[in-house]
């Protein structure tokens, strides 16, 4: 078994999220995914296993537990395979549905990919909820911007969205990781998408990952999907549009996630970011 490391959306190894991706897990039963993962003991490890038509049934173990889908996994195994294999397009199966990404070759010697994620979607988040998810970030509704109302927004995982009124409330993140893992747990949450929008289309984001075992992820790619589609439903932003998500600043770690919301509301959510392996 080959274990790659790769770090998605940047260019700067020292910057993005780091991923393993197994390109080929052929043989490799669940709980032996669940171990590697938790060997190689980042956010996410990606296991592929080729299907005969070329594309890739993939599942995504973080060092805790599966979960349905992962964005930044999704970049980092869409650019290994190419540049083992050559940019173009390529057809994942995931759990949570099928997923396109594309790869192209950049001039400055990357790779960038873009997932096309499967229809998102928003639910309103419950008052308790809310009330326990806030208590539980040590953050009161004061701190909350009332242009972007808190919703659980899906784009292949499921997030709750919670906007920070400052970029000074998003950067103070200090919560209970117990007691924000107990409540993901109970209501099927993968990570927490806390934002803070600069200007129509420019957001800052955070992204606690407790169910994890991760205190906060530097990129989510599934999460940023899932905004997209949470701006697209609530009428947030004037569709198509092209966002630009920066994450894992505060953490030493940026990241640029890319994007693009189509106009039509029954659309997948394009997320673009390059990744480059690890040393």
Known sequence: MDILRYVAFSTDPQGGNPAGVVL??????????GAVAAEVGYSETAFAVPRPDGALDIRYFSPKAEVPFCGHATIA??????????????????RAGQVTVTTSAQPDGSVTATLVSVPPRT????EADLAELLAALRWSAADLD????????????RHPVVAAGSRERL??????????????????WTTVA???RESDTVFHVRNPFPPGGVVEDPATGAAAAAFGGY???????????????????????????????????????????AAVPLP
């Open 146 to 157: 009332p242009a972007l109302p808190p919703r659980v927004a899906y784009g292949g995982a």
């Open 123 to 126: 639910e309103e988040l419950a």
């Open 194 to 196: 806390l934002v803070q």
């Open 231 to 273: 701006l697209r439903e609530l009428g947030l932003i004037a569709p198509p549009a092209v966002l630009t998500l920066h994450q894992g600043v505060d953490m030493g770690r940026p990241s640029l996630l890319t994007v693009g919301v189509p106009a039509d509301p029954s659309s997948g959510i394009e997320v673009t970011g």
């Open 77 to 94: 195994t869409a650019v290994a395979h190419a540049r083992r294999h050559g940019v173009g397009e390529l057809l994942l199966h995931t």
């Open 171 to 188: 950067a103070g993140l200090d919560y209970d990781m117990a007691a924000l893992d107990a409540l993901m747990a109970r209501r099927d």
């Open 24 to 33: 080929d897990a052929t043989g490799l039963d669940e709980a032996a995914m």
